[in-house]
């Protein structure tokens, strides 16, 4: 909408971070004893179908699957209504998600399983090297480090040391910062960050405290489902950094004098945020994992369903974004 690339850009060198870091750890398949996996999924339909509606979820609900966690901890009661219909959304996904199995796909694609590492790191980087070029060549001035950022966006280099102190912290650092915690996530908890699980199992546990039956499910009466609703949401690591990332986001309103409770001020905007989270739920549980780990994670763990999803979360974003004004929200 405002031709301004560097956010995309500040993604390519996250991406590009994440990649470099992952690739070691996941072909030692084993960090100081424990097991590392890659966040690797099925390429087909259902992912490509559930991404497109995730792209138009996060236009409607007002942010992503982490966007939501940190706009929440900063105040917004708006975006708490999009976390709860978010957290339903996932757990109808994963109740229906018997409809969904038999669209045509292709199994799980690791580009370091058929190239090796080393060729799959070379391949992805040449990618980024060449959405960068091309970025730069359409978008001029996201390369222009004089060029003053939209007021919601940070710029893409730091200024000073003082900026990265005491922030608005630079895209560039922000990039910087989030491939290498992922990185320490693989490391800690032996697979990238994730979001939607945590959702989904918030939802299910909440069910079973009202009388649902999780046997009754094919998904969750699973050993490891029934395992994870058994051992509670407080040893799920998804669930316990879902948690983390609303208090840091507290944290840092506070420390910053910003926390201060919003509402969306028409009925429309709520709709909006209602109707993005049932969205985001639903369709992130269909394709293998929100913008975390299904586009994150799944790139940095060279998983070829990561470069489906991002190809159709675009395309849903093209079409949410001239939803918009259908419900009163500004692009």
């Excluded at 790191?121 to 390369?143: E, H, M």
């Excluded at 910053?256 to 369709?283: D, E």
């Amino acid at each position: 909408m405002h031709r301004d690339a560097r956010g995309a850009i500040a993604q390519i060198i996250m991406l590009a971070i994440a990649t470099v870091l992952f690739a070691p750890t996941l072909a030692a398949g084993t960090v100081f004893g424990q097991s590392v996996r890659g966040a690797v999924a099925p390429v087909g339909v259902q992912g490509a179908i559930g991404a497109f509606l995730f792209g138009i979820g996060m236009q409607l609900g007002g942010a992503c699957g982490c966007g939501t966690l940190y706009t929440v901890g900063s105040g917004s009661l708006t975006l708490l209504m999009t976390l709860v219909t978010f957290c339903i959304g996932a757990f109808a996904a994963s109740l229906t998600r018997q409809l969904w199995v038999n669209l045509p796909a292709l199994p799980a694609i690791s580009l370091a399983d058929n190239l090796g590492w080393f060729w799959a790191v070379v391949l992805q980087l040449t990618i980024f090297a060449a959405l960068f070029v091309a970025l730069g060549r359409i978008f001029p001035s996201a390369k222009a480090l004089s060029s003053p950022p939209l007021p919601s966006s940070p710029p893409l280099f730091p200024s000073s040391l003082t900026q990265l102190i005491y922030g608005p912290w630079s895209l560039l650092t922000g990039a910087i910062a989030l491939s290498l915690l992922n990185w320490l996530t693989l490391i800690l908890s032996g697979q990238p960050w994730r979001i939607t699980w945590g959702f989904a199992l918030w939802a299910a546990e909440i069910a079973s405290f009202l009388g649902w039956d999780s046997t009754s499910s094919p998904f969750w009466k699973t050993a490891n489902a029934q395992a994870a609703l058994t051992n509670g949401v407080f040893a799920d690591v998804s669930s316990v950094m879902n948690g983390g990332i609303v208090l840091g986001a507290l944290l840092a309103a506070g420390l910053a004098g910003r926390w201060v409770p919003t509402f969306g001020p028409s009925k429309q905007i709520i709709a909006a945020a209602i109707l993005g989270g049932l969205l985001m739920g639903y369709s992130a549980f269909l394709a293998y994992g929100c913008n975390v780990s299904g586009f994150f994670g799944a790139i940095a763990s060279t998983s070829l369903h990561g470069w489906l999803w991002i190809v159709a979360a675009l395309l849903g974003t093209a079409i949410g974004v001239r939803l918009r004004p259908l419900f009163r929200l500004p692009n």
